[in-house]
């Protein structure tokens, strides 16, 4: 897109906008500060010309730190657990916040990560968006957790009309006239709402941020010591990459010598083809993410905000209306600050931290016997599955959402705990204590509801016609 002279005219407006969304200065700044990027053409592109891999020879493996346990649970009460809560889950037909979801044994995400929390005597802490925060207040008031978590608001940026760099105007529904600014925002939001200095005024130094929907993603006590005896100010998990990775950021070294993140939207359309390739860069970011706040703290009130590497995503005004006005989203992902921290640092972990539940296929695994709660109620691989890894590919006609999901599994989940993969074709419904065994392919062709009946052990395709 060619730069416009004319853009820095709407920057009052956007300015006057968000003053009267009463939004913190340091956001409005943050936003003024990527707005006038987007108006001189910048578009977050990162080329393969400026970046090189980064090999397993220069990360530490997570499978080798176990000596720094110790370290970990002395730090414990120094560290706090912050889960982004943010997301509706509105991919898979939820309407509230994802962490709602029964995930595993009649349990909620938010009832196991308050668990969790409990079990390690490790604060917790949540970043609410403006579709989350309410329904969260009414949970907890339900659960009624011994030790509340502390809850803080993600921020808004407005939309930017892409014809002429100005504000998007919606009165039938002026909520889509914002944007949530993406998970990058944390660093700000935390600031300023004041859980940052609540956090350091309880001496609590060392955050570990991961999404609410990843049980995986625990405070490790590991992880947590390598991370405090290191002295990182930031530390990256990062896991190899596999061919369904291939969509994911992923970790690179700048030519500069810092580590950077590019994610997808950030690679130039005609470099994806090496954006793609797992042998190239093979290392992508879980998303879990270790800060020391006292750095956090000092960066921000050096610099004023944390502006990270803009992601320009082009959307229409309205998610549902294609006829809609065409706008820019700024965004940003949480671990682009990687490259902001001197001595930031990346981690190899196992993939049993990364267990996001993104579609429903995600939930019938977690659901099933392939997964258990460890006594700490980790959520960890059943030690006794046959197969290392599973493949689940249900129709999105009949499973992607929730509700056409819950019908078709109403007596509970398959046994997987033999399965290497699991393809549905067509509308099925499961009974009660069915097994899937091996490489399974259940392929339905008629009009009407197929039926894997009561006790069946699945060991072949079925075709029902």
């Not at 129709?395 to 509970?412: A, M, N, V």
Request: hydrophobic share 40%.
């Amino acid at each position: 897109m060619q730069k416009n002279s004319d853009a820095h005219k709407h920057l009052p407006s956007f300015i006057l906008k968000m003053e009267r969304a009463n939004l913190h200065p340091v956001v409005i700044d943050t936003f003024a500060h990527y707005y006038k990027k987007i108006i001189s053409g910048a578009t977050g592109l990162i080329s393969d010309k400026d970046i090189r891999p980064v090999t397993s020879d220069h990360i530490e493996d997570a499978d080798r730190i176990q000596k720094y346990a110790n370290a970990g649970r002395h730090a414990s009460p120094n560290a706090v657990m912050i889960k982004l809560n943010g997301g509706l889950g509105t991919s898979m037909g939820l309407t509230r916040a994802k962490s709602f979801l029964k995930v595993k044994n009649e349990k909620t995400f938010l009832e196991i990560i308050l668990k969790q929390a409990e079990k390690r005597h490790v604060k917790l802490a949540l970043m609410n968006s403006f579709s989350t925060h309410e329904d969260t207040l009414d949970a907890l008031s339900k659960i009624k957790p011994s030790d509340p978590p502390l809850l803080f608001l993600q921020n808004k940026f407005p939309k930017i009309l892409q014809k002429n760099f100005a504000p998007a105007d919606w009165p039938k529904s002026p909520d889509l006239e914002w944007n949530p600014p993406g998970h990058g925002d944390i660093y700000s939001a935390i600031y300023t709402s004041g859980i940052l200095d609540t956090l350091l005024e309880k001496e609590i130094v060392y955050a570990f941020i991961s999404n609410s929907d990843n049980l995986g993603a625990t405070l490790d006590e590991s992880l947590l010591g390598y991370f405090v005896e290191k002295g990182f100010p930031f530390m990256m998990e990062v896991a190899p990459r596999t061919p369904s990775d291939v969509k994911g950021g992923h970790i690179a070294r700048h030519k500069d010598g810092r580590l950077i993140l590019r994610e997808s939207a950030q690679c130039p359309e005609n470099e994806m083809s090496a954006f793609r390739d797992i042998k190239r860069y093979g290392f992508f970011n879980t998303n879990n993410i270790w800060i020391n706040l006292k750095v956090l703290h000092t960066l921000i009130q050096k610099i004023g905000a944390v502006k990270l590497p803009i992601i320009r995503n082009p959307k229409t005004l309205d998610p549902r209306d294609e006829n809609s006005p065409k706008v820019f989203q700024i965004e940003t992902a949480m671990g682009a600050a990687i490259s902001l921290f001197e001595g930031a640092a990346v981690i190899k972990v196992p993939a049993s931290r990364f267990l996001p539940v993104k579609k429903c296929n995600d939930l019938l695994s977690i659901r099933s016997d392939r997964f258990i709660f460890s006594t700490e109620n980790n959520l960890i691989a059943n030690p006794n599955t046959g197969t290392k890894t599973i493949q689940v590919d249900l129709d999105p006609k009949y499973y992607g959402k929730i509700d056409l999901f819950d019908e078709r599994f109403s007596k509970g989940e398959p046994s997987l705990a033999n399965c290497e993969s699991l393809t549905v074709k067509g509308d099925v419904r499961f009974e009660n204590n069915v097994a899937i065994r091996g490489k399974i392919v259940i392929t339905n062709k008629g009009k009407t509801q197929a039926v894997i009946k009561e006790g069946t052990v699945v060991e072949k395709d079925i075709v029902f016609n």
